[in-house]
């Protein structure tokens, strides 16, 4: 059960682990940001691609889904939580921020509207066209989080039910099912001559050298690299970031070891999901580059609070291993080195 006398300063140091969730694959986008700009962080990214895509659920699923992967990532003892997820955040963040009181969570809506807005600030009439799920259309979130920052900024949705399992099934960008969907969904949107399209699900920035090959001209917004300034700034305003984190551009990956980590600059990202691992890895390599494994997580351990701890507790026992290992393998060539 979550201690909600507990605050992040309270409970965490600044080598505490960041957490990101996401419904599958499409938060990656936002992980790949998140490394560019605070590449020593230790990263955890849970993906529900068993469950996905979340779009068309009712809000109560979301929700549930949402708290149980977020019980499972606090098992961590994360210092932060991403909701790298539209859909998530536009139904779950508030539950969430009462549930997990002593954990700082950072969404994806505000950055997005945040960015969308200053993209189409000189215009004299500026208009949004936003592409979303059917969750995030229903929930006006984005419409909210727009008309808060300038009154007079008008926003178009379009819910894109289709794009988020494409992207899920991991299909070439050229695929003529693709092109077809997002045909389907933009040309309408364009017919109110928006000056701007934000893409309000993570899943789409995957989408987006086909949106602007299919629609050349149009001014693409998403979320991921503002959603990654917000982390930044939050993690500096608390004094929780890592010692040495932020950069202002990309940093090499490294290969992943067995128990599912991945070596970039000096921060780990372990990855877990509900879907096929094999699937997941194959389709993250083509989203990020990084050759990365996952740790299954079976539905039912997702929704059983012991077995959750249990496959926690046994995840950082294979952890603890391999970092001996390491260890070992480091001493035994500084020897070999030496002699």
């Known amino acids: ?139 006006r979130v984005f419409e909210h989080a727009i008309a808060a920052r300038s009154m007079k900024t008008r926003m178009h949705a379009a819910a894109a039910p289709l794009l988020a399992a494409i992207v899920e099934e991991g299909r070439d960008l050229d695929d003529p099912l693709v092109e077809l969907a997002l045909k389907q969904y933009i040309e309408p949107l364009l017919m109110k001559r928006p000056h701007a399209i934000l893409l309000g699900c993570t899943h789409y920035h995957v989408l987006r050298p086909t949106i602007e090959r299919l629609f050349p001209g149009v001014l693409i917004v998403d979320s991921a690299h503002a959603t990654a300034d917000d982390l930044l700034r939050r993690l500096t305003s608390t004094q929780m970031l890592r010692q040495g984190t932020a950069k202002n551009s990309a940093t090499s990956s490294a290969t992943s070891s067995r128990s599912g980590t991945t070596n970039a600059a000096a921060g780990r990202c372990q990855f877990f999901t509900t879907g096929d691992p094999i699937q997941f890895s194959r389709v993250a390599r083509r989203m990020t580059g990084l050759t990365l494994e996952a740790t299954p997580v079976s539905i039912d351990e997702l929704e059983s609070p012991p077995a959750r701890e249990s496959l926690v507790n046994e995840f950082n026992d294979i952890r603890d291993i391999n970092e001996i290992n390491e260890i070992n393998d480091t001493e035994n060539m500084d020897s070999i080195i030496a002699a």
Not at 24 to 41: D, F, H, M
């Open 1 to 139: 059960m979550v201690d909600k006398s507990k605050t992040p300063m309270a409970s965490h140091d600044s080598s505490a682990p960041i957490a990101v969730l996401d419904s599958g694959v499409g938060g990656l986008s936002v992980l790949a940001s998140i490394r560019a700009r605070l590449p020593s962080e230790d990263v955890l990214y849970f993906a529900d691609s068993g469950r996905a895509p979340w779009g068309g659920r009712s809000p109560e699923t979301i929700r549930r889904f949402v708290m149980q992967i977020a019980s499972f990532l606090d098992l961590f003892e994360p210092k932060h939580l991403v909701l790298a997820c539209n859909t998530a955040a536009a139904v779950a963040t508030s539950e969430l921020r009462r549930a997990f009181s002593h954990l700082g969570i950072t969404g994806v809506i505000e950055p997005g509207a945040r960015a969308a807005v200053a993209a189409v600030s000189s215009a004299y009439s500026p208009t949004i066209g936003l592409l979303a799920t059917e969750a995030t259309v229903r929930s």
